[in-house]
């Protein structure tokens, strides 16, 4: 019945449709498989493994953790670990001086927290490339005045792309993966 001269051309066309949506449906998913996440690079330049602990679990101050602490020196500068664009400079209570960085196609918010300062002329709405200085570690907020460090957090932004919002998601094997890539050189 499909190969009668009558139906040929419905044939030919539910054949055409069916690789169209085949094709399509690849190229959804592997839009969907290249995050931005594998795709950084660290925030501190000369990271190591040893300098990450995976504290996402862990609790501070009463609550989830949801980041990773990185210590370093006071005034070490901080790389936007991708490109994309400033959405929120802030000063909170508790994260001190932070930067929210949404990556290219906006299914990501890069939190930056503690930091001594932004670098000069960092602006919202500003776009930024991957490895540009965006801040510089310290200690404002809720962090100890005797450990500097960058409080570095990952959310999956919502519908609304609210950058108080969002679902936190490990930063640790995106980091752990970040160093390794940048030890090769790749």
């Keep these: 019945m499909w190969f009668d001269k009558g139906h040929r051309s419905f044939w030919k066309m539910g054949l055409w449709l ?43 101050n009463g609550h989830r953790h949801e980041a990773i602490d990185i210590l370093e020196p006071r005034g070490t500068p901080v790389h936007a670990v991708v490109p994309g664009t400033i959405r929120k400079l802030f000063f909170s209570i ?15 918010c890069y939190y930056y927290a503690h930091l001594d300062r932004n670098v000069e002329g960092l602006r919202e709405g500003m776009q930024v490339k991957r490895g540009d200085v965006i801040g ?47 030890k090769r050189g790749t």
């Design 18 to 60: 069916c690789i169209c949506i085949a094709v399509l449906l690849q190229v959804v998913l592997a839009g969907r498989e290249t995050s931005s996440i594998v795709e950084m690079t660290p925030p501190i330049s000369g990271l190591a493994l040893v300098d990450l602990h995976d504290e996402f679990e862990e609790f501070h």
């Design 94 to 108: 508790r994260g001190g001086n932070t930067i929210y960085q949404f990556d290219e196609m906006g299914m990501y």
């Design 136 to 182: 510089f570690v310290g200690s404002t907020g809720n962090a100890d005045a005797r450990t500097p460090h960058l409080h570095f957090a990952i959310f999956e932004l919502g519908p609304e792309k609210a950058w108080s919002k969002g679902k936190a998601i490990d930063p640790y094997p995106g980091l752990v993966g970040a160093v390794k890539r940048a």
